[in-house]
């Protein structure tokens, strides 16, 4: 049972913006780090943001990421939209209280 | 290159045993923390386990706690997972994942596996 919560899809067309909300809470989200993974179908996870908002060597600037302390909430963007990025995307931080990782429940990016 | 190699899934019983392996190369692997991450077929993802650096502490998923145990062997560059009294619900693709900064906890994931893939089933 993820305690971050992401929406099940987003769609858009080519070259559009869209933005994957994740929201958790003060023990997650709200004291710690927020990272993003790319998983394209049939493949292993791909880190595509870290530190809330940095972006990994070699992964397009197209990506970006926020976060909001004191809403303990997140988000990441990908902009100029291609049909590469279709993939699921899932949020995940750190959780004091459970003393490990979560992650989010995850969303499907299509684009039309 | 970081490779990270998943090995040891297959079928098990209910209640059965399996140790799972990952082994590492292109970094310094006894400065990295190193996880486990699931993934059910067709979910999300889980995490499982992790065990740091310098004073190898562990960590695990409540859903697992007891059950399974991580470790690491610096002097072979690998990274193990003993599961025991596996579930039905512990099938899933095994991920092992490299921690991104060194001689710290994680905090992130900076490398991934393929995964191997443990199926529990009578």
């Known amino acids: 049972q993820s305690v971050l919560t992401q929406p099940p899809s987003v769609s858009e067309a080519p070259r559009q913006r869209v933005t994957i909300s994740c929201s958790g809470s003060?023990?997650?989200?709200?004291?710690?780090?927020v990272n993003w993974y790319q998983q394209l179908p049939g493949k292993a996870p791909k880190l595509v943001i870290y530190y809330d908002s940095l972006l990994p060597s070699g992964v397009s600037d197209r990506f970006s990421g926020s976060k909001s302390g004191t809403s303990a909430s997140a988000s990441l963007a990908i902009s100029g939209l291609q049909s590469e990025d279709e993939a699921d995307y899932y949020c995940?931080?750190?959780?004091?209280?459970?003393?490990?990782?979560?992650f989010g429940t995850g969303t499907a990016v299509t684009v039309l | 290159e970081v490779q990270l190699v998943e090995s040891g899934g297959g079928l098990v019983q209910p209640g059965g045993s399996l140790r799972l392996s990952c082994a590492a190369s292109g970094f310094t692997f006894s400065r990295y923390a190193m996880s486990w991450v699931r993934q059910a077929p067709g979910k999300g993802l889980e995490w499982v386990s992790t065990i740091s650096t310098r004073d190898g502490s562990t960590y695990y998923a409540d859903s697992v706690k007891g059950r399974f145990t991580i470790s690491r062997d610096n002097s072979k560059n690998t990274l193990y997972l003993q599961m025991s009294s596996l579930r039905a619900e512990d099938t899933a693709l095994y991920y092992c994942?490299?921690?991104?900064?060194?001689?710290?906890?994680?905090?992130?994931?900076?490398?991934w596996g393929q995964g191997t893939l443990v199926t529990v089933s009578s």
């Open positions: 994942a490299k921690g991104g900064v060194a001689d710290s906890y994680g905090p992130y994931f900076d490398n």
């Open positions: 995940a931080a750190w959780d004091d209280s459970l003393n490990g990782y979560v």
């Open positions: 003060s023990s997650n989200i709200g004291n710690n780090v």
